[in-house]
Structures are given as structure tokens and as C-alpha cells.
């Protein structure tokens, strides 16, 4: 069964993460960041050597997200992302091939586990059964 597991945050830890802090958001170093890559770098690894990876990337910041809709003749209008400073938005996803919603979840607990700066936020990973994925009984 196939699952999205989605990572969140905020324009804010964005920015944070490139040096500028803000309330909440306290600023990474280059240690931090080496740290959260090597990370996510090992589960992403071990995902795919365990033949469970379909595919996962980080996206860019919110403020590059632009929302897309169509006018009456059908041509794209297109204005700025639709992200308030406290929303949370994607930041990230894996689609993984597992056998049930346990195994999709110990890796979404594993992602959670990602180091970062103390007074960092730490959302939740959210999961998610793409099609016709089973239910979430563990």
C-alpha cells in the first residue's frame, strides 16, 4: 500500500534556517542543518534500500508558491501563495510502498525524530494512504 507522508512548516522556519530568526523560530547554524540533512539523508537511504521509496523531496519556500486558477476563458491566473506567516504548509513528502499503515507510521515516527535548534517547532508528520491504501488500524 502506498502512503504520502507529508512534512510541515512555515515561511518562518524557512528563513530561520537561512539565518533570520523570529519569534518561535530561533535561527539554525550550519551544524544544525548538517545534522537535520545527514538525517533525512540516512532515512531517505534506508527507505530505499528496504525497496519502500517511491519517491519524497523538500520543496522550496512557501513564498515561491503561487496559487493557480482560470478565468472564464479558461487562461491560468496566477497571484502569490496563498501562505500566511503562522500557517503551516507543506515542506516535504516521501511516498513509500509499505506493507500497512504500522510500517508507514514508524517511518513518519522516524521523521518526526529529526533533529533541530532547541526552540525549534516540531510539527507532526501527517499520513496519508494515496488511493486505495487500507484503513489505519495498527
Known amino acids: 500500500m502506498k502512503y504520502m507522508l507529508m512534512v510541515l512548516g512555515r515561511q518562518a522556519d524557512y528563513d530561520a ?27 531517505n537511504n534506508d527507505l530505499a534500500e528496504a525497496g519502500e521509496l517511491v519517491d519524497g523531496q523538500g520543496l522550496a519556500e512557501p513564498k515561491q508558491a503561487r496559487l493557480v486558477t482560470a478565468a472564464a476563458d479558461g487562461t491560468p491566473v496566477v497571484t502569490d501563495g496563498p501562505y500566511g506567516e503562522a500557517k503551516e504548509v507543506l515542506a516535504g513528502y516521501w511516498i513509500v510502498d509499505v506493507p500497512d499503515f504500522a ?18 517547532p516540531n510539527y507532526p508528520v501527517v499520513v496519508h494512504p494515496v488511493g486505495e491504501a487500507g484503513g489505519t488500524e495498527m
Open 17 to 43: 534556517m537561512g539565518g533570520a530568526p523570529s519569534e518561535g523560530s530561533p535561527a539554525w547554524t550550519e551544524q544544525d542543518l548538517k545534522t537535520m540533512f545527514e538525517y533525512m539523508g540516512a532515512l
Open 103 to 120: 510500517r508507514a507510521a514508524e517511518i513518519a515516527a522516524r521523521a518526526y525524530q529529526c533533529p533541530v535548534p532547541e526552540g525549534a
